[in-house]
Nanobody, 123 residues
Framework: QVELIESGGGLAQAGGSLRLSCAVS????????MAWFRQAPGKEREFVAS????????YYGDSVKGRFTASRASTSNSKFLEMTSPRPEDTAVYYC????????????????WGQGTQVTVSS
């Protein structure tokens, strides 16, 4: 059984920085690509970023490109999302997702999901 452990959400000031972490527990004999999606109140879930299991391939949503960076930790089944220069419109619940398949940008490509962590950016 695969479980995703998320951490790092909370309150950030606009222009500051915040880092989200996501780690796979359980079936760690496989390697996982990971992604972050977010959902703000009254809005659909939106793709934020994804990263291959090796960390060599990354994709970003247009609204975060150039501000957010996905990276892998020393162990391939832990990944980070570094949020720099966050804006109030980045406020949302951020969900980590993982797949043992290839990295993608659609939520249907990910079979494992975390519980979500709230990120609130104040102006």
């Amino acid at each position: 059984q695969v479980e995703l452990i998320e951490s790092g959400g909370g309150l950030a000031q606009a222009g500051g920085s915040l880092r989200l972490s996501c780690a796979v527990s359980g079936r760690t004999d496989k390697s996982y690509a990971m992604a972050w999606f977010r959902q703000a109140p009254g809005k659909e879930r939106e793709f934020v970023a994804s990263i291959s299991w090796s960390g060599h391939v990354t994709y970003y949503g247009d609204s975060v490109k150039g501000r957010f960076t996905a990276s892998r930790a020393s162990t391939s089944n832990s990944k980070f999302l570094e949020m720099t220069s966050p804006r109030p419109e980045d406020t949302a619940v951020y969900y980590c997702a993982a797949t043992s398949g290839g990295v993608g940008v659609h939520n249907f490509e990910y079979e494992y999901w975390g519980q979500g962590t709230q990120v609130t950016v104040s102006s």
